[in-house]
């Protein structure tokens, strides 16, 4: 008997806490047809690499994320060169790395900054993307042997983008903006696990359990302007009070729960499906 043939997604060039390279599986099918795919929570855009839309519109709250593509797009090739100087040996050592921290901290060159991002997510500690209250970028040194400079993936990345507008920006402003024809795939910082239907103070990475509930209702107002929205976030009682409008799906996703990664257990997820009544 043959295999079956094996889908060979395309891989986010950046390394990001909650990307859904893993889940893209789950996702993909549940995503309508429609001339526009909004990401109002961008990351590193699993699902924009790894989808056929004629029009793409990405957003997230970072500006150095954004930036970085806004660049990648632009430049391409230049870009990418440049890029790749940084990843040198002699660059992977503590003294370094946080001599380049500052730099990027420091630089008001944007292009500068771009290709430092980029070298901090690749060198630092798990990939993590960490500010201080004053804005520095604190990620400690991530001790790999040999950081992978992501070409490939930079280089696809660049030829998608240039069906994509890149915009520094909160989800509210990206999903009331969105025009007919659009379709929104919500991925926000997930609610914790074990969270009942009544709580309410909680944030976590910055978003409060009242941002997890704006999204929801401008989710159902999208829906009701005929745009489709669907949303990512733990299979918690929270959640499913929150999403009831909506058409839910739910699957199991496994998880490294330990920094060395060798604990892991299974985490429940839930797709939320809003669409027109
Ligand atoms: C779970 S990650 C998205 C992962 C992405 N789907 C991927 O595949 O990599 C959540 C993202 O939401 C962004 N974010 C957090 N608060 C936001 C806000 N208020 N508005 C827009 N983006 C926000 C974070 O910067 C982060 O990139």
Redesign the pocket.
Known sequence: MTKPQQRRFNR?FLK??????RVLKQILPQLPPGECLI?????????FLNTDYPRYLI????PD?IRLYQILKQEGEPFIRYARKLFTSHNNSEERYYRLRGRFNDSSDEVEKAALFLYLNRHGYNGLCRYNNAHQFNVPFGRYRRPYFPQREMRQFHHKAQLAQFLCQ??TTTISQAPAGSVIYA????VPLNTTASFTSYSS???TSG?QKRLAEIAEQAAQRGIPVLISNHDTPFVREIYRSATLTKFKVRRSISCNGQQRNDAAELLGLFTPD
């Open positions: 986010p990001w806490a909650g990307n859904k390279y990401e109002p929570f961008a990351g590193s855009c699993a699902v957003s997230d709250i970072n994320l909160d989800f991925d926000p910082p997930y990475g910055g978003f941002q």
